[in-house]
């Protein structure tokens, strides 16, 4: 699974969120400014082409559709950061969290309670 641009990201969100869409309906759901249609559609393709998107003929148009879920590319990437910053310890990753002030000491509790509840 290769890592995705930041505007693929975008276009795949918007695929996970509408689970079908032809380009002109992902095009309308971009914020801010919107790539040429003819881009777009570029870059859908390439998305189809690392096997990310698969579509639906519709006479000359395709309907587009995700091939991989969203919860497996998060997954896929985060154990690869966590492997490439944090030396695959999830210890670190959290403690960089905390001294960045992301995580309060009451959502530390409830991850702990969350673990034990696990056990």
């Given at each position: 699974?290769?890592?995705?641009?930041?505007?693929?990201?975008?276009?795949?969100?918007?695929?996970?969120?509408?689970?079908?869409?032809?380009?002109?309906?992902?095009?309308?759901?971009?914020?801010?400014?919107?790539?040429?249609?003819?881009?777009?559609?570029?870059?859908?393709?390439?998305?189809?082409?690392?096997?990310?998107?698969?579509?639906?003929?519709?006479?000359?148009?395709?309907?587009?559709?995700?091939?991989?879920?969203?919860?497996?590319y998060r997954k896929k990437f985060i154990d690869s950061t966590i492997s490439e910053f944090y030396d695959?310890?999830?210890?670190?990753?959290?403690?960089?969290?905390?001294?960045?002030?992301?995580?309060?000491?009451?959502?530390?509790?409830?991850?702990i309670a969350l673990i034990e509840k696990n056990d």
């Amino acid at each position: 699974m290769q890592k995705l641009t930041n505007k693929e990201e975008e276009i795949m969100k918007i695929l996970w969120h509408l689970k079908k869409a032809f380009v002109k309906e992902i095009r309308a759901e971009l914020k801010g400014d919107k790539p040429h249609y003819n881009t777009l559609s570029t870059i859908v393709r390439n998305l189809e082409d690392k096997n990310y998107v698969g579509h639906e003929a519709f006479g000359n148009t395709h309907r587009y559709h995700p091939l991989i879920s969203k919860d497996a590319y998060r997954k896929k990437f985060i154990d690869s950061t966590i492997s490439e910053f944090y030396d695959n310890s999830y210890k670190s990753l959290v403690s960089f969290f905390a001294k960045e002030d992301k995580i309060s000491v009451a959502e530390l509790k409830e991850i702990i309670a969350l673990i034990e509840k696990n056990d």
